[in-house]
């Protein structure tokens, strides 16, 4: 079994990858790290470079912390939630870890598209967490 983490190099994203490691570590489990984006004309090679490295130091921070880990970089033209949940039951996960941010009034009728698919279509449990200020 697994924890499938969804990460992206802001404060939701660290700490939904902070709270999977503590859980991972609680569990003793893997932890899987999936970054997705859709790719596409605004994706250039120095952004693909950016995550990349971005990645390399998240992968080696959790080798630091004795975790078995996978770090997944996925541009498939998918939406992150589709990665997500794909990856989550491919791997048999025990649950899913997403970071939340608020949002205004007006990007609430919106509700971040991403954790609400996730959280309504994942077949497995599905922990939100808010980053700290």
């Known amino acids: 079994m697994a924890i499938v983490v969804g990460y992206l190099a802001t404060k939701e994203g660290r700490a939904a990858l902070r709270r999977a490691a503590e859980e991972c570590l609680l569990r003793n489990t893997k932890l899987i790290v999936v970054s997705s984006h859709r790719g596409g004309k605004d994706f250039d090679a120095e952004e ?8 390399l130091r998240v992968g ?4 630091e912390r004795g975790l078995e880990h996978e770090v997944r970089q996925l541009v498939r033209g998918n ?3 589709e990665d997500l949940i ?3 039951e491919e791997a048999g996960a025990d649950f899913i870890v997403i970071g939340l941010r608020r949002r205004s009034p007006v990007g609430k009728l919106i509700l ?4 609400q698919r996730i959280l309504l279509d994942a077949s497995c449990p ?4 808010k980053a700290t200020d």
């Open 112 to 115: 971040g598209s991403n954790a």
């Open 86 to 88: 794909a990856v989550a």
């Open 126 to 129: 599905v922990l939100a967490v």
């Open 48 to 55: 693909a470079a950016r995550f990349e490295d971005e990645l």
């Open 60 to 63: 080696e921070a959790l080798q």
């Open 79 to 81: 939406d992150p939630s």
